[in-house]
Every structure is written in structure tokens, then in C-alpha cells.
């Protein structure tokens, strides 16, 4: 079946530009997760959605980003005014149920941000 | 507090020989454990997890890893390597104390020598 897919694959803008990501999880999966991972650095969490609500954003960097998932599947992270910090590849992932601590999180290819 | 270490950015191995790629965790719960594999231009991919129902975990493409409280560790080990076991491999974390979020060692790159 369909995994997690990522667009763009690559986005390249300007610093004080606004970029949308988006993340289609795998249908039927309730939780949706949004990590960043800067060069050498594993992943690290930003955002975990159950269903539609954001049920942890504590690793938002600060308030210019955002994360909806309006009807419970699609999400879009959203960064106001980038800043060349920003540059990373923001990575999605999806589990099958809210609140499972041992269900397998699936990966997105991602998507590398450049901010110039 | 709870992290992840993988010592050794960088792990070389000849064909055939013995992989090993060490992870100590630090939780104050129980903690569940991740294997991931991510091949260039690709996503992370699950290997094996840890989830408290046997301490040694068989995955995928013949890797193991063994869960020792004593030692905090979940070391991944394959016997034998294989030119295709070249990647970056992450170690991740979690527990009922930070949610369902995972936290991921700085990842370890494995090159295997022909």
C-alpha cells in the first residue's frame, strides 16, 4: 500500500518567506507526527497530532511554525518569515492508533528547506 | 531526563565480519526502543523495536538488538555485514513520560569495505 509521502521534495526560498509543507499520512492512521532533522543530527520532534488536534507541539521551535490537520489526515507545517536556521529536512511520520508508545511510526521521505 | 547516545559517528566493517552499533538510553520509566535505517534519499525505515515482550528483538535483513536494563543499552549487531547494509542507522527512544514522541540518537553511518 501507499507509505507517507512528503511535498515538495525539495523547497528552496528566501529568508523572510513563507513556506507550507505537507505530509499525506498513510490512510486509516490516527497519529501524525512532524520531526526536523538538521545535517548530522537525528530527527527531532516538533508536533504529534491525534486525529485533528495538535495533542503536543512542545517541540515548536518558536511561533513562527505552525501545524494544522484540519479533517484528520492531511497536515501542512507551516513556517512564517524563514530564517536560514530553518534549513533542515522537516520529516512525517504515521502511526495507526493515538497513543500507542510501541506502534511502528512510518517515515516520509521528507522535505529539504533551503532558506537562502 | 531522557537521551539518546550512539557512540561512534562513523562504523566501518569488511564484508562478512560482525556489525555492532551501540545505544545507551537514559529514561526514568520503562523505556521502548527503536531501531531505524535510512538508505540515502530515502525515509527512515524500522528495523526492530523493543516493546518489554523479549529482550532480544530479531528484525529485518538479519540485524538483532539486545534490551539491557543493567547497561542501558540496546546494541544493534548483525553477524555478517553485507555491501547493501551501508547506511545511516538512528536509535530512538520512548516512554509513557514524554508521550508518543521518539527521540533519536545524532545516528551512526555504517560503511562496509569490500
Known amino acids: 500500500g501507499a507509505g507517507v509521502s512528503q511535498t515538495p521534495s525539495n523547497k528552496v526560498t528566501e529568508k523572510g518567506k513563507y513556506v507550507e509543507l505537507r505530509c499525506d499520512p498513510i490512510?486509516?492512521?490516527?497519529?501524525l507526527y512532524w520531526y526536523r532533522q538538521s545535517l548530522g543530527q537525528g530527527p527531532e520532534f516538533l508536533i504529534y497530532?491525534?486525529?485533528?488536534?495538535?495533542?503536543?507541539d512542545s517541540g515548536l521551535p518558536n511561533d513562527r511554525f505552525f501545524a494544522v490537520r484540519p479533517e484528520g489526515s492531511v497536515s501542512t507545517l507551516k513556517i512564517q518569515r524563514t530564517e536560514r536556521g530553518d534549513s533542515a529536512v522537516y520529516l512525517c511520520?504515521?502511526?495507526?492508533?493515538?497513543?500507542?508508545?510501541?506502534?511502528?511510526?512510518?517515515f516520509g521521505p521528507g522535505t529539504r528547506l533551503t532558506v537562502l | 531526563a531522557q537521551s539518546v547516545t550512539q557512540l561512534g559517528s562513523h562504523v566501518s566493517v569488511s564484508e562478512g565480519a560482525l556489525v555492532l552499533l551501540r545505544c545507551n538510553y537514559s529514561?526514568?520509566?520503562?523505556?521502548?526502543l527503536f531501531w531505524y535505517v535510512q538508505y540515502p534519499n530515502q525515509g527512515l525505515q524500522l528495523l526492530l523495536k523493543?516493546?518489554?515482550?523479549?529482550?532480544l528483538v530479531k528484525g529485518i535483513n538479519g540485524f538483532e538488538a539486545e534490551f539491557k536494563k543493567s547497561e542501558t543499552s540496546f546494541h544493534l549487531t548483525k553477524p555478517s555485514a553485507h555491501m547493501s547494509d551501508a547506511a545511516e542507522y538512528f536509535c530512538?527512544?520512548?516512554?509513557?513520560?514524554?508521550?508518543?514522541?521518539?527521540?533519536f540518537g545524532a545516528g551512526t553511518i555504517l560503511r562496509v569495505k569490500s
Open positions: 511520520a504515521s502511526s495507526e492508533r493515538a497513543g500507542g508508545l510501541t506502534d511502528t511510526q512510518y
Open positions: 490512510s486509516g492512521h490516527t497519529a
Open positions: 497530532f491525534q486525529g485533528t488536534g495538535a495533542a503536543d
Open positions: 529514561s526514568s520509566v520503562p523505556p521502548y
Open positions: 523493543y516493546t518489554s515482550a523479549a529482550t
Open positions: 530512538a527512544v520512548t516512554s509513557m513520560e514524554y508521550g508518543n514522541k521518539l527521540v
